[in-house]
Nanobody
Framework: QVQLGESGGGLVQAGGSLRLSCAASGLRFSSYSMGWFRQAPGKEREFVSGIAWSRGNTEYGDSVKGRFTISRDNANSTVYLQMNSLKPEDTAVYYC?????????????????WGQGTQVTVSS
């Protein structure tokens, strides 16, 4: 059974940093591209970042580019999202997801497995 477990969310002041982790089990992690999405109340789920399994290529949503960094540790089946210079508009539930496509997709239906999410709240 595939499981994705996010951690590292919390409450932080604007300008602060958080590091999210997503531990995967039940799948061959090195063969899956990984992504982070977020959803704020009343809004659609939004692509945040992705990292491909094939060459480790990364993609970022326009709203987080230059502030967030995605990375992966295949040995520990974990993907990370380092979030710096956080803004109140970054407040959302953050989800990690795994996709069998070889590239880092921005398209949520291409992701096969999802975690339960972790809340990130940025106060002004």
């Amino acid at each position: 059974q595939v499981q994705l477990g996010e951690s590292g969310g919390g409450l932080v002041q604007a300008g602060g940093s958080l590091r999210l982790s997503c531990a995967a089990s039940g799948l061959r992690f090195s063969s899956y591209s990984m992504g982070w999405f977020r959803q704020a109340p009343g809004k659609e789920r939004e692509f945040v970042s992705g990292i491909a399994w094939s060459r480790g290529n990364t993609e970022y949503g326009d709203s987080v580019k230059g502030r967030f960094t995605i990375s992966r540790d295949n040995a520990n089946s974990t993907v990370y999202l380092q979030m710096n210079s956080l803004k109140p508009e970054d407040t959302a539930v953050y989800y990690c997801a795994a996709s069998s496509v070889y590239y880092s997709s921005r398209y949520s239906p291409q992701y096969d497995y999802w975690g339960q999410g972790t809340q990130v709240t940025v106060s002004s």
